[in-house]
Nanobody, 119 residues
Framework: QEQLAESGGALVQPGGSLRLSCAAP????????MAWYRQPPGKQRELIAS???????SYVESVKGRFTLSRDNSTNTMYLQMNSLNPEDTGVYLC?????????????WGQGTQVTVSS
């Protein structure tokens, strides 16, 4: 199973911005869907944004207008621009990919990157 690599998490003040990146191995040729999940402290993991290979994007209501998801299919990289961050955005952000390999659909996750919004 291929491993995803997230980066960009940090401690930021309320109102600040961060840009997260998720890189999938170049050996994966067909990634159908990539997504970001968030797991706040003591809470369940939730899907916050996803993007298909064709560019269809969806966001959870709480991040609409503040977060922007994008994807570079040529480099298998996904980005999450997060603006107007607030303490409720704190959590571990995990990258997810649904991809095809050897005729099978497979899923992969990253290890997560910590985002902390605090003054």
């Amino acid at each position: 199973q291929e491993q995803l690599a997230e980066s960009g998490g940090a401690l930021v003040q309320p109102g600040g911005s961060l840009r997260l990146s998720c890189a999938a191995p170049s050996t994966i040729f067909v990634i159908e869907t990539m997504a970001w999940y968030r797991q706040p402290p003591g809470k369940q993991r939730e899907l916050i944004a996803s993007i298909t290979r064709g560019g269809d994007i969806s966001y959870v209501e709480s991040v609409k207008g503040r977060f922007t998801l994008s994807r570079d299919n040529s480099t298998n990289t996904m980005y999450l621009q997060m603006n107007s961050l607030n303490p409720e955005d704190t959590g571990v952000y995990l990258c997810y990919a649904l991809y095809q390999e050897g005729g099978f659909w497979l899923e992969s996750w990253g290890q997560g990157t910590q985002v902390t919004v605090s003054s």
